[in-house]
Each structure stands twice: as structure tokens, then as C-alpha cells.
């Protein structure tokens, strides 16, 4: 039987086209706004800047918060989700799949203003509220942080639902019946099989959950108040309504750095490594 071997040379003209790519969609548009963020001639200046800006540190502090609550409220739904469907026979387990993926189907811009139609003060759920308990009955879920809780939840939770999946699913049984052979209660064998098994993919999803909430836009835009603005926001403002590219860019930057702090932090505490 024949072995078929790569050069070096030839690997690297496999890869030139996903290089060039990835070159021209994120790492030019990158080194522009590094460039505006810095002026000519290069200062940091608008980083300084943003340090001391009272409503820079609000949003950010908004974007944190924000997003570590996405995540853990997104974790504490779709683990015990995935969990079911690791139970399930594979053929339901398929069907169950396609209602998880239904998220994706439809753009996060639709889905932001259908939110607006069940949640609104007149949308469906108050309506039931009220017709169930009377006119007085009914909760303020929209322009407010609970909405851009669930807006955000809603969309994250499939990113968190398939990586404990497969982990679950990819877990060594063996050990849960030996366990249970020895006498061990179903609470002690998720405690120290099924949860150590699924970790890799419970920090994948939650590093993806995370990631991508802090960069959120359309949802607290739409179903968020004026004290849930994110950092996305922040730049849309400094863009469009104040035209000051320099500021958003720098923005853009601490974002971007951000997002690879939390990424460094969790995978070194996935290896159980220093953070410092």
C-alpha cells in the first residue's frame, strides 16, 4: 500500500488560498483600524482618552456583566438540554437536534423583532397575562436588561448545546456502569463521571457563549434600555452619530484584546495553568 506524503512546499500552497482569505476579510481591515485608531503620527492618545471617559467605562462595564450573565443563565439551560439529548436513541436524538438548530434558520435581526411581539407591553405574553388575571396583570420585559437576557440567551444556547453534546456523547460509559456495580447513586456518578467527562466541551461552549456576547449589536439595540448599551453600540455611536473614527477604532481594538484576554484566561484554566 502506497503512502501518500506532503512536502512542506506543497502543504503551504494547500493552505495559500484560505491564508489569502483570512488575510483580506480580518487581518487588513484589522491593521487599518489599528492605524486610525493611532493617527498620524501615531498616538495613543484616544486609548488615554477612553481610560478617563465616564460613559466608555459604563458600557464596559455594561458589556461585562452583560455577558457573563448570557453566558451563565446560556450554560444552566443548555447543559441540562444537552444532557436529555445524550439519553435519547439516536433517531429522536436526530429530531431534537433539528428544534435545537432552529435558532440559526432565521437572521438575529428577525428573530430581535419577534422577540419585540411576545414580549412587548401589547405583544402576546402580557395579553395572556391579562386575560388570565386581569387588567392590571402584566411584566415589563422589553427596553430593559430582561430582554436582552433572553434575546441573547436564545441565540447562544445551540453554541453550548452541541460542544457538551458531543462531549457526552464521545464519554466512556464503562466507567458509569462500573460505578454503578459498586454501589454508587446516579448523583455520585454525574458528579465524578458524566461532569469531568463533558468539561472540554462545557468550556468550549462557554468560551464561544462568551466571545460572541461581547460583541453583540442588533439585540440590546433593540431589546435593551439606554443603561443596557454594549460596547458594540458604543462604536455604532461614536460612527454614525458623533463621526469620531479614531475613538471607535481604539474601541474596536480594546474589544478585539478583550475578547483574547478571556479566551487566554480560559484556556490556560482549562489547563490549569498561571493566569499571570
Keep these: 500500500m502506497s503512502s501518500f506524503t506532503l512536502r512542506p512546499l506543497e502543504g503551504w500552497a494547500y493552505l495559500a488560498p484560505a491564508l489569502l482569505l483570512l488575510a483580506g476579510v480580518f487581518l487588513v481591515p484589522l491593521i487599518f483600524t489599528l ?54 436513541p439516536p433517531r429522536r436524538r436526530a429530531l431534537l437536534m433539528a428544534l435545537v438548530m432552529l435558532p440559526f434558520w432565521t437572521s438575529i435581526l428577525v428573530k430581535s423583532f ?9 405583544g402576546v405574553i402580557n395579553r395572556t397575562l391579562r386575560a388570565i388575571f386581569g387588567s392590571e396583570a402584566g411584566v415589563t420585559m422589553l427596553f430593559n436588561r430582561v430582554g436582552v437576557m433572553i434575546g441573547l440567551t436564545h441565540y447562544l444556547v445551540p453554541f453550548v448545546i452541541l460542544p457538551v453534546l458531543a462531549s457526552l456523547l464521545g464519554r466512556n460509559q464503562s466507567i458509569e456502569r462500573a460505578m454503578a456495580v459498586m454501589g ?18 462545557l468550556l ?42 479614531p475613538t471607535a477604532s481604539a474601541i474596536s481594538i480594546i474589544l478585539l484584546c478583550l ?12 489547563r490549569g495553568e498561571s493566569l499571570l
Design 184 to 201: 454508587a447513586g446516579p448523583v455520585r456518578i454525574f458528579w465524578n463521571a458524566i461532569l469531568p467527562a463533558s468539561l472540554p466541551g
Design 35 to 88: 492605524s486610525f485608531s493611532l493617527d498620524t503620527p501615531p498616538s495613543a492618545q484616544h486609548y488615554v482618552a477612553l481610560v478617563g471617559e465616564p460613559l466608555f467605562q459604563r458600557v464596559l462595564g455594561n458589556t461585562l456583566t452583560i455577558s457573563l450573565q448570557a453566558t451563565a443563565l446560556t450554560v444552566l439551560i443548555a447543559y441540562p438540554a444537552a444532557f436529555h439529548l445524550a439519553l435519547q
Design 114 to 122: 419577534a422577540f419585540i411581539v411576545l414580549l412587548g407591553d401589547q
Design 259 to 270: 475578547s483574547g484576554l478571556l479566551i487566554t484566561a480560559l484556556l490556560r484554566a482549562k
Design 204 to 245: 468550549a461552549g462557554t468560551l464561544m457563549s462568551l466571545t460572541l456576547s461581547l460583541g453583540f449589536f442588533v439585540t440590546p439595540a433593540l431589546l435593551g434600555g439606554r443603561q443596557d448599551m454594549m460596547i458594540a453600540n458604543l462604536i455604532d455611536f461614536y460612527t454614525r452619530e458623533v463621526l469620531d473614527w
